[in-house]
């Protein structure tokens, strides 16, 4: 004997969907990831800056200008390293007090 009432699929409780291949679940390690670029981008730029004004001073001749654009080129690039690193340790703190991970980050495998 047939069922006259085929069977009604809106009478189940949980209906799941699932994720597409290759979605992201959270955003979070995707934050996390920018920021650690960002940051580690950011330090190698202030060593290059670094090392670029060492070269100028070097290279400058003794030449009172020169002396001076070396100068502050090296004084730049320390300020932005202490910014770079003032930036780490306020992360720092606040994953201490607040009890989450912000810079964890693993690069994807490729197996």
Known sequence: MEKLVPV?????????VEKPPGAIAEFSPVISGILRIIMI????????????????WMTSGGEKANVTAA?????AAFIGLMIVLAAWAII???EYLF?????????PKLY
Not at 71 to 75: E, L, S, V
């Open 99 to 107: 009890g989450f991970s912000i810079l964890e980050f693993q690069f």
């Open 41 to 56: 981008v950011a330090a190698l730029i202030c060593f290059i800056y670094l090392i670029w004004g060492g070269i100028e």
């Open 71 to 75: 100068r502050a080129r090296i004084t």
């Open 8 to 16: 009604v699929l809106a009478a189940v409780e949980e209906i799941e």
């Open 92 to 94: 720092k703190l606040l």
